[in-house]
């Protein structure tokens, strides 16, 4: 399995952010799909995640700016951020949420992009 | 949202060394604990999920322990490949949250 993120790597304040992951290797059923970021010198953030049939799951810190949503046919997942700001620049990951029952139920990260640099500046 | 605490920020260590890092819950997490590689240039990887599972292809001297707010990873004998910087991550309540990480230098 193989995720590849694409999009601008500048976007002006204000203006809204839009990120695609191709994934190749494997359908885009049956999992869950996420975004996470990294701020220049800062922590990983989850930004969300979005099922195979749509259904949606966001960080409240975002959840007012965020949609997030799936191109069956392309094998993508897209990641839409409005209004953003200078706080919004970050290496912006995507990958593949794994649930397993056999270990008690347990959601984890088993893929990822290598993430691409989105920068917020006029 | 629970917050997560690693120690150290930074280690220095050798190859052959056996190495720990530490991971703290603010709350109970149960054992929803994943580990995670980042390497420069490389997608991350992950490590280590549910405290203690051990994913396929993941060398055998990685391991993890733990349970409610306190776990470990533990490298058993460092290799060059496995200077990195390490993150631990929770999954047992939304949002999921992650430590500030682990830098591993030689």
């Known amino acids: 399995v193989q995720l590849q993120e694409s999009g601008p790597g500048l976007v002006k304040p204000s203006e809204t952010l839009s990120l695609t992951c191709s994934v190749s290797g494997n359908s885009l059923s049956g999992f869950y799909w996420s975004w996470i970021r990294q701020p220049p010198g800062k922590g990983l953030e989850w930004i969300g995640y979005?099922?195979?049939?749509?259904?949606?799951t966001y960080n409240p810190s975002v959840m007012s700016r965020v949609t997030m949503s799936l191109d069956m046919s392309k094998n993508q997942f897209s990641l839409k951020l409005s209004s953003v700001t200078a706080a919004d620049t970050a290496l912006y990951y995507c990958a593949r949420v794994q649930y397993d029952v056999y270990s008690g139920g347990s959601y984890y990260i088993d893929y990822w992009g290598q993430g691409t640099q989105v920068t917020v500046s006029s | 949202d629970i917050h997560m605490t690693q120690s150290p920020t930074s280690l220095s260590a050798s190859v052959g060394d056996r190495v720990t890092i530490t991971c703290r819950a603010s709350q109970n997490i149960n054992r929803y604990l994943n580990w995670y590689q980042f390497r420069p240039g490389k997608a991350p990887q992950l490590l280590i999920y549910a405290t203690s599972y051990l994913p396929n292809g993941v060398p055998p001297r990685f391991s993890g322990s733990g349970s409610g707010t306190d776990f470990t990873l533990t490298i058993a004998s460092l290799q060059p490949e496995d200077f990195a910087t390490y993150y631990c991550q929770q999954s047992d309540t939304n949002p999921l949250t992650f430590g500030q990480g682990t830098r591993l230098e030689i």
């Open positions: 979005i099922y195979s049939t749509g259904s949606t």
